[in-house]
């Protein structure tokens, strides 16, 4: 009798056609729901040596190294595995394949059960239904899931602030600053000590000079001496610095500290609000941050003289809707590439190259450098300095005219 009702169940499957798009909707459905899933359960029952990183990644003994060198950890909310013995990665059904030698089918449909994830393809072939689809209590429960991981996965940051003392106090940190020009000492400017984990799970420690970001628990350091190309490094939650003068409706922004310590050695900043970017990218922060404050009347923003440098200037003061700013005046190809720092070393007088500027002066020499940029990528249009000579003059003679 049983087996009567198998084969019959067999036939019904076996009718029953889905598209390769469909079949695909269904794969991907269970593959998305699986590397949401902790992959704890696994390693503990295949006996996998592993040690907690953390409370959001494992190291495994995959191949019985003395050292292991194989992680599994949530990145940008999902369950990612990375062998740097082999450079063999994937998630946790690689993981399976890697410890058991089990082909790729074997090692999903145990990781499936084991982790208690819907094989929805094998769902569809025995629902009634001719199209299988997510009902309201499977979307809810991915949902709270991808947010338990985001929680997890914020709850335990790469990198942290683990101490924080004057420059005085540190003989390398104040001779390091003097050979950047740097004498006096702004009062937010510290040394920072912070801890960073590594692609490979490991805690290493940064040690630099730097400020603290708005909140106080996270960090922006340059370091005394460069690691690899690296020099500078965010600690905890990339933002950027406020500090607040309450006495003052004035604003100076910088892209960096240490443009700002440059301009701290020739310019009043201490009877006005300073704002540090600590990344171009953080320019929309800037902008929310200068409403919110109601510090958007004429504010000096200081920029590096690069692509970059322009398009963060535009980006605020369009999102901020501010229609012109004062800031440092450079020769946009004589000097391209220098910043606040530069002209401090190079013995310019700041406050002489202060100019206030319209939003399209800002965009259009961004546009401008970023369409260089992208035409010398190109081998067969080559760029040379005079088109860029010439596109400044241009814009000088428009912008004169305007006048």
Aim: proline share 3%; net charge neutral; charged share 25%.
């Amino acid at each position: 009798m049983s087996t009567k009702t198998g084969r019959e169940r067999n036939i019904k499957m076996s009718q029953k056609k889905f598209t390769d798009q469909q079949i695909k909707v269904f794969i991907s459905q269970t593959n998305a729901e699986l590397v949401l899933q902790d992959p704890q359960p696994v390693l503990q029952d295949l006996g996998i040596e592993y040690k907690e990183l953390g409370n959001d990644s494992y190291r495994m003994n995959i191949r019985g190294e003395k050292t292991p060198s194989a992680y599994i950890s949530l990145k940008n909310g999902l369950w990612k595995y990375k062998d740097f013995g082999t450079d063999k990665s994937g998630n946790i059904v690689n993981v399976v394949m890697d410890y058991t030698g089990k082909d790729y089918k074997s090692a999903l449909s145990y990781s499936l059960q084991t982790l208690g994830v819907p094989n929805y393809l094998e769902q569809a072939l025995n629902s009634k239904q001719q199209d299988y689809q997510l009902s309201q209590a499977d979307r809810e429960r991915i949902k709270q899931q991808r947010e338990a991981n985001a929680q997890r996965e914020s709850s335990h940051p790469l990198s942290k602030v683990t101490t924080v003392y004057e420059v005085s106090t540190n003989q390398m940190a104040v001779d390091y600053l003097a050979s950047r020009g740097i004498v006096k000492i702004p009062p937010q400017m510290k040394v920072i000590n912070g801890e960073y984990t590594n692609n490979k799970g490991e805690v290493k420690r940064a040690f630099g000079v730097g400020v603290l970001t708005r909140d106080g628990t996270g960090a922006d350091i340059h370091f005394l001496q460069k690691i690899g190309d690296l020099k500078t490094l965010s600690l905890g939650e990339k933002d950027i610095s406020f500090f607040k003068n309450p006495q003052s409706n004035k604003v100076a922004i910088f892209e960096s500290k240490m443009d700002y310590a440059a301009a701290y050695q020739q310019m009043p900043l201490d009877d006005v609000n300073v704002i540090i970017a600590n990344s171009v990218s953080n320019a929309a922060k800037v902008a929310e941050l200068l409403v919110s404050e109601g510090l958007t009347q004429t504010p000096m923003i200081f920029n590096q003289n690069d692509a970059a440098g322009y398009r963060f200037v535009a980006d605020i003061m369009q999102k901020a809707e501010i229609p012109e700013v004062k800031s440092i005046g450079y020769q946009v190809m004589t000097e391209y590439k220098k910043d606040i720092n530069d002209l401090l070393l190079e013995g310019v007088k700041i406050a002489d190259r202060i100019e206030t500027r319209p939003l399209e002066y800002f965009a259009d020499i961004a546009a401008s450098l970023e369409s260089i940029q992208k035409a010398q990528q190109t081998p067969s249009k080559a760029v040379t300095r005079e088109d860029l000579q010439q596109r400044t003059k241009q814009q000088s003679q428009e912008q004169e005219q305007e006048r």
